[in-house]
């Protein structure tokens, strides 16, 4: 069995994921590891390839490969620029990396919610100016607790996100595609009917966006959308920058119809120095980093590896992509 690994290009740090993956294996039994360091070796090891572990795929590339190959991880959780019309009609076992961003991407938004909510900027302005305007900033201070919460996109991060806030006293509604077992928990209001949307956007404080960006969701956030929100609620997208109509949400902020947003993603990445949100007051960015940690290249070989002793005792795979739903 060959199994590419294209997580590197450095050989020093390829030599330590290969590691990590060994000591995770509960056999080693026909398994041999190749090494691709980049585009170019790719193309020529893929058509001998069992198995590819790797970030993205080109069409090109994926056309190269022979009926041997079987299954592809992807060690990211979006993975729509890779999900060629080929691969789709395609019999090969498609997994991603859903779950290691769940931490980390919480962690954000809950800081981007203090970020709003504790006036944090002001308080940077006071750095910078030190004038003191102690009781015009403290008079729009807000407390999360009572505070609803709206999460598009109900998966392992809107999860770990909802078990966060709860600690915080936070109201938590979530809109998902389809029915889940409830956690009692944390006893989140779920939306699934046609109009759950509308009413999520009405409803929330504080909106979270971590749905993955599929057919069903780009655009889903237009102007038409973005016209329900509250005027006092903060928007944060950390999910794809294709989900929000980007210049609808432009001239919502600048008009103040929506309080201010936090964006980790964008239409365009990078991006464009001459945007209009890096001159906006009310908002937030930064550059698509949220899901990102030192350790995040080991946690996708250790994640790889446990699927990898599932599909060598002929179980069921973890994390499978959807074809048809394209996540």
Known sequence: ????????????????????????????????FIRIPDESALRR?????????????????????SS?????????????????????????????????????????????????AKRFSDCENFKQNREWRQWEIAGQMVRLAGKTLGIIGYGAIGRELARKARAFDMEIVALRNRAVKQNK??????????????RLLKISDFIAVTCPLTPGTRGMLGRKELSL??????????????????DALVSALQGKRIAGAALDVFTREPLPTDNPL???????????ISGNFPEYQEDVARQFA????????GKRLQNIVNKKKQY
């Open 1 to 32: 069995m060959r199994i590419g690994l294209q997580l590197t290009g450095n050989p020093v740090k390829y030599e330590k994921l290969l590691a990590v993956i060994r000591e995770h294996l509960a056999t080693h039994r026909e398994a041999e």
């Open 45 to 65: 090891e893929i058509p001998t390839l069992d198995i590819l572990v790797c970030y993205r795929l080109s069409r090109e590339n994926f056309m190269l490969a």
């Open 68 to 116: 041997k190959l079987k299954w592809i991880h992807f060690g990211a959780a979006g993975i729509e620029h890779s999900l060629s019309p080929e691969l789709l009609r395609s019999c090969v076992l498609i997994t991603n990396a859903r779950g290691i961003h769940r931490g980390p991407v919480s962690e954000y938004i809950i800081a981007a919610m203090l970020y709003f």
């Open 185 to 198: 928990t944390l006893n989140p209001v779920i939306l699934t009917e046609t109009d759950g949307l509308s």
């Open 229 to 246: 929100i509250k005027s006092s609620a903060v928007l944060i997208n950390i999910s794809r920058g294709a989900v929000i109509d980007e």
């Open 278 to 288: 890096f001159q906006l007051p009310n908002v937030l960015l930064s550059p698509h």
């Open 306 to 313: 446990r699927n990898l002793n599932r599909f060598q005792a």
